[in-house]
C-alpha cells in the first residue's frame, strides 16, 4: 500500500513539473515574439515608425479618431486558401481620406447615445445575455468602459448617425486593421499573443471582456481593432464580391441578406483575427461579442497620397 501511494506521489510531481516547465516555455516564447516584433517595429516599419504623424480629432460623440490618409492597399487573404474561399483574391483597393474610431464604442458613449435619443437600451432576454443587458437605462456596474454590446446593425447605425459619422466600409476596416502593413495576416505581422489582442488563448487562461485600450495598439494608433468584440460593418456581404468589387472605393453589394462584421473577439481564437476574416449574419442578429465602432469621410487633404497607386 505504502509502495502504491509513494510511485503515485511521484506521478503527480512529475506531472507538476512538466506544467511548470510547458508554462515557463510557453511565456518565454511569447516574450521572444514581442522582443522580435519590437525590434522589426523600430528597424524595418517606417509607416508605424511615423505613426505619431498621422491627424487625430474628437467626434461629436467625444471619440477620438484618426485619419487614414488616401492612398491603396492589398485587401483580401494572400494565401487563397480553400477554406477561406471569399478573401480571395487578394486585390488592390484605393480609398479616399477617412477618419475611423481609436476604439470600439463603450457603453459611457452609448448611454449620452440613448439618453438623448429614447433609442431602446442593449438587452436580449435570454440567459446567456444577463451580464451584458442594460437595466433601467444604463450599463452594467462598473462597465463603462468596456465596448458596448448586445447591439443591431440598426442600432449601429443610428447612434453612428446621431454621432454625425457611419459605420465603415468592409475595405476601410481592413486597411486601418492593416496599419499600413503590406499582405500581412494580423495587424502587426504575421505574429500575434495576448500582449496585442484579446483572443481565446488556452483552457487555463482566463478570457473575458476587457476594457478598451488596455493592450497594445496597431501602427495606426487604433486599439482592439482585432479582438475583444466583433465590430459591424457597413457592407452587405457578397461570398464573391472579391472578384466583382471596385478597385476605388468598394461599397459591398446594393442588397443582400447578412451584414458583415469583422475582427473576432474575446472568445476566438487568433485564426478569426486575421485582417482578411470576413463573418457575417442577419441586421437584427445582437449578440455579446459584437460591438461597433464608426468612421466618417475627410475631405481629402494636400498631404495625402497622388491618385497613383501607394501601398499604405
Known amino acids: 500500500m505504502r509502495k502504491r501511494i509513494f510511485i503515485l506521489s511521484l506521478l503527480i510531481i512529475f506531472t507538476a513539473c512538466g506544467i511548470l516547465l510547458y508554462l515557463w516555455n510557453y511565456s518565454q516564447e511569447k516574450d521572444k515574439t514581442y522582443f522580435k516584433f519590437m525590434k522589426k517595429r523600430k528597424t524595418s516599419n517606417k509607416i508605424e515608425k511615423n505613426s505619431h504623424l498621422l491627424s487625430t ?22 494565401t487563397e486558401d480553400d477554406f477561406h474561399y471569399d478573401e480571395y483574391p487578394s486585390h488592390k483597393v484605393y480609398l479616399d481620406d477617412f477618419w475611423i474610431d481609436c476604439y470600439e464604442v463603450t457603453n459611457r458613449l452609448y448611454k449620452k447615445f440613448i439618453d438623448e435619443t429614447g433609442h431602446r437600451i442593449p438587452y436580449v432576454d435570454a440567459e446567456w445575455a444577463k451580464p451584458y443587458n442594460w437595466e ?81 495598439p496597431n501602427p495606426y494608433g487604433i486599439y482592439d481593432i482585432v479582438g475583444n468584440v466583433w465590430e459591424w460593418c457597413a457592407d452587405w456581404y457578397g461570398k464573391i464580391y472579391y472578384r466583382v468589387s471596385p478597385y476605388k472605393n468598394p461599397q459591398g453589394l446594393e442588397e443582400g441578406v447578412y451584414r458583415v462584421f469583422r475582427g ?46 501607394l501601398l499604405n
Not at 62 to 77: D, E, K, P, S
Not at 287 to 305: D, L
Request: aromatic share 12%; net charge positive.
Open 136 to 216: 433601467n437605462g444604463s450599463y452594467p456596474p462598473g462597465r463603462a468602459e468596456y465596448p458596448v454590446v448586445l447591439v443591431d446593425w440598426e442600432d449601429a447605425t443610428s447612434y453612428a448617425e446621431w454621432a454625425g459619422k457611419r459605420l465603415p466600409t468592409e475595405a476601410e476596416w481592413e486597411k486601418a486593421a492593416r496599419g499600413g502593413l503590406v499582405k500581412k495576416q494580423y495587424p502587426w505581422g504575421d505574429q500575434i499573443d495576448e500582449k496585442y489582442a484579446n483572443y481565446f488563448t488556452s483552457i487555463i487562461s482566463k478570457n473575458e471582456m476587457k476594457a478598451i485600450g488596455s493592450l497594445l
Open 264 to 309: 473576432g473577439s474575446w472568445i476566438n481564437k487568433k485564426e478569426f483575427l486575421r485582417c482578411s476574416e470576413r463573418a457575417r449574419n442577419v441586421p437584427t442578429h445582437r449578440s455579446y461579442i459584437i460591438g461597433f465602432r464608426c468612421a466618417k469621410s475627410a475631405t481629402p487633404s494636400k498631404t495625402s497620397a497622388s491618385d497613383g497607386y
Open 57 to 78: 480629432e474628437i467626434g461629436k460623440d467625444g471619440a477620438l479618431m484618426v485619419l487614414i490618409t488616401r492612398g491603396g492597399f492589398f485587401m483580401g487573404n494572400p
